[in-house]
Each structure stands twice: as C-alpha cells, then as structure tokens.
C-alpha cells in the first residue's frame, strides 16, 4: 500500500471529525472521498499531508509511520479548489515553484514546465500572465503546478469545484486519461458524486468523519451500504420495509425483492428506472405530480395516496402530465435491500 490510514482520528474539543477512519490506497489507485459538507473530508486530506496533526491513530506512507514527519518531507502533491496561483508571476513561473524549492538548475526546470503545460493541454503558455487565463486554464495550471515535483501522492481538494458544469465534465476526463497515463496515485475529496464516479477506481463515502462505504464506482452505485449511501447518492425512493422471502411489506404495498435479500427490518431502494407505470387501475395508484427533465429522460414524481413520493425514469415522449392519475409497479431487477 502506498498509504495506509489506521484508526486515524482528529478532534476538535472533544468531538472526533475524523473518527479511527482505515483508508488503504494502493500504488496507481485513483480514490475520490465522497460526502456531504462538514463529513471531514479537508480534514482527512490536511491529516494525510502533514497539515493537520492527528489526535489518535496513524498515517503510513509508503510503509512509513508520519508522525512528526513535516509536510514537505512528505513527498505529497495538494491542489486545493482556489487553486491559488501566484497572480504576479507567470505560467511558467508558477509550475516551476516546487522544482525550485527542490532545487532543480534552470534549464532543467524550463524543459520540465514545457513538458508539464504539454501534458495538461496548455503547450507554450509559459510566458503568459495568470491573470489572462480562462478558469479551466488556471486550474490546468494549478495541476501541473502539483505534478511538477513529481509526488508519490497527489492529493485533490475539490478539485473541480469552481468550474462550470460542461467544463468539470470534460476536465474530469482528461484528468482519468492523464492519471492513468502518468500512473499517478491520487487521493481526492469531493462532494459532487459524478465528479467523483468518472475520476475514481474506487469511491469512499464519508459521513460524521466515518467511512460509510469503500467500493468502485459501480459497486457503490449498485449496492448503496446504506439509506444515507443512496440518498446522498440522489436515490428518493428509499423506505422503510419488512422483507420476507422475497417480498417487502412497505409503505407502497407490497414490493418484489431478489433471491437472498437480507430479511427482516431494512431500507428498500428503488431506483427510479424500476418505478413503472402502468394503467391507473393496477398497482399503487397515484397522482403525477411534477415533471423534471434531464436530459436522457423524464424524472415523473409521483404521490400515492397513502405513504412516499415515487419517483419514476420515464423515456422522453411517454411521460404523463401532472395531474394524470396512472399506477405504478415496481421492478425487482432494480430494487434492492439495503443492510
Ligand atoms: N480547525 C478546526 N477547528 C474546529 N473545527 C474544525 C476545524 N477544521 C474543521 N472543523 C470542523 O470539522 C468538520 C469537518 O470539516 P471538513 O472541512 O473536514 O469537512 P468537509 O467534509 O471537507 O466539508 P466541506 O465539503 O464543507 O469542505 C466540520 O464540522 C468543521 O466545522
């Protein structure tokens, strides 16, 4: 493992905002830290770079205990989301900052900021001013800032989090390429889960500074631990139910569950792909009450009368209007019992 947190724990008068969290990364393994605002993910980042001291547990980098090791002897990359270039020098100036704290010769230095402002798209920019650069160019700039001293680590603070969507969403797969490409080990927190899906080989949720889930992207979206999981993960239909067998007692009726469901009292979630509506007198009968459209499909929600709000994924031309009445019938291949 190239970085191991064991029981690591941090606190701030008596309340433990990174509470004996284990978190293994392995060498070349992109990991995006998921959670809500305030889970402890900055702090989870600022512990494992040297920023902020533990008060219990351990952080081992490349198979060597950090305490009292300073953060620039850590050998660990940050870029935090203010990216915070340096506005009077240049581009090139900027990237060249680790290497010169390094102690790099110049000419070496050159050679190595052409090669980095190559590498993350902004080829010959060396001489210009930060202030000429666009947002997404600046942030190009902040990232081969962090690359240049070559880290073992390269941790990512919300990365992407001042930039319009279009632009996050072509960055972030040019950071996947570019990781994958330099076989770099990148730690990064987040809170936007789709930033967080596309970047990652692995995705670990954070909640009340513990890990509420570690599993690859398709793993945590298929199978979300928990309630909180798949509500963070912006699944709505997510209710309290008793499965039996292969059935749940819920407050939408009874529902389908698969073969080898945990049984007893549980969370059930149905995504919305599984929410299928049918003529208004089979299964639940309920009232549409909105329509959002996003973009692939129509997001109908839909208020039984009794229990819930659904929501349902409906193609394009045949979601109903608000207001219609129609049933709905739930799809076992897309229902899940949470533990
Ligand atoms: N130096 C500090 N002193 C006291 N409390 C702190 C300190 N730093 C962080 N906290 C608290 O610790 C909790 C976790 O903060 P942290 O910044 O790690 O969360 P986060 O998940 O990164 O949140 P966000 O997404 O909002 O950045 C918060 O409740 C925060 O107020």
Redesign the pocket.
């Known amino acids: 493992m190239l970085l191991s947190l064991d029981e690591a724990t ?1 606190r ?2 008596g ?1 433990a ?2 509470d004996a969290v284990a978190l293994d990364v392995a060498e070349h393994e992109v990991v995006c830290v998921l ?12 512990a494992v770079a040297g920023l ?1 001291p533990l008060s219990g547990g351990r952080v081992v980098l490349g198979g060597r205990d950090q305490a009292g090791v300073p953060a620039h002897r850590r050998g660990v990359g940050l870029m935090f989301q203010d990216h915070q270039l340096f506005p009077q020098r240049d581009v090139g100036a900027n990237v060249a900052f680790g290497l010169r704290m390094h102690g790099v010769a110049k000419g070496e230095r050159d050679a190595e900021v052409s090669r980095l402002l190559e590498l993350v798209g902004l080829p010959g920019a060396a001489r210009r001013a930060v202030a000429s650069l666009s947002g997404g160019e600046q942030q190009r700039v902040a990232l081969a800032r962090a690359l240049a001293p070559r880290p073992r680590l390269l941790m990512l ?2 990365p992407l989090g001042q930039l319009d969507r279009s632009l996050r969403e072509r960055l972030v797969v040019e950071l996947r390429e570019l990781f994958g490409r330099l076989g770099t080990t990148v730690l990064a ?1 987040t ?1 936007d889960q789709s930033e967080a899906f596309a970047l990652a080989d692995r995705v670990v949720v ?1 909640r009340d ?1 513990r890990i509420a889930q570690s599993g690859t992207p398709l793993e945590v979206w298929q199978r979300p631990a928990d309630a909180f999981v798949a509500r963070f993960l912006g699944f709505e239909n997510v209710v309290p139910a008793t499965v039996a067998g292969t059935a749940a007692d819920s407050p939408w009726g009874k529902l389908p569950v698969p073969d080898g469901s945990a049984q007893g009292r549980r969370s059930v979630l149905v995504r919305p792909a599984g929410v299928r509506l049918v003529s208004a007198d089979q299964g639940l009968a309920c009232t549409v009450t909105a329509r959002t459209f996003k973009g692939t499909h129509v997001a109908v929600h839909l208020q039984p009368a009794d229990g819930p709000r659904v929501e349902a994924a409906c193609p394009l031309r045949d979601a109903p209007e608000p207001g219609a009445s129609v049933g709905v019938e739930f799809d076992v291949a897309e229902t899940v019992v949470l533990d």
């Open positions: 941090v701030f008068g309340r905002v990174l959670g809500p605002s305030g889970s402890g993910k900055s702090t989870l980042l600022r902020q603070d919300e927190v809170h954070m500074g």
